[in-house]
């Protein structure tokens, strides 16, 4: 498979947006502890779950803008805002699926102990998912410089 075929170009996207994930991932928690929108807003529900989808959004979206500024290369020749946008809304479904990922493990084995090996193992998915998506986003490129060599 070419696609998943390990090369230096997704190597350095892949390592990329893992530092751009821990850089915003520092952010928010240091963010988190000045807002402290948690404790107000402890007894309703709704809004604590709207508070958190946008500030989920606005992760992925600096997740993505870092991913651009850091890879410094033009991964989509159609703008950068459009390419931001594309690996903002992968960067969603990816979250999506692997919480869904989670849910099922917890149905399924809800008597588990998460011990040490198990959360190894979720950041392997994790990191898999990660080059997944650094494979999708390198290949953006390719496509769209295919659909104009025809």
Not at 69 to 86: C, L, R
Request: glycine share 4%; aromatic share 20%.
């Amino acid at each position: 498979m070419t696609f998943l075929k390990l090369t230096k170009n997704k190597t350095k996207l892949f390592l990329v947006m893992i530092v751009a994930s821990f850089i915003v991932g520092a952010l928010s928690i240091l963010i988190n502890r000045f807002l402290i929108l948690n404790f107000y807003l402890e007894g309703q529900i709704f809004y604590h779950q709207l508070l958190n989808f946008f500030m989920s959004l606005i992760r992925y979206i600096i997740i993505a803008y870092l991913t651009i500024v850091f890879y410094k290369k033009k991964i989509s020749p159609q703008g950068e805002y459009y390419t931001i946008f594309k690996i903002t809304v992968l960067l969603v479904i990816f979250s999506f699926l692997y919480r869904l990922f989670l849910s099922y493990v917890g149905r399924q084995a809800s008597d588990i102990f998460f011990s040490n090996w198990v959360n190894a193992g979720f950041v392997a998915i994790n990191l898999a998912w990660y080059y997944v998506l650094a494979c999708i986003v390198y290949n953006f490129n390719e496509i769209r410089s295919e659909k104009h060599e025809k």
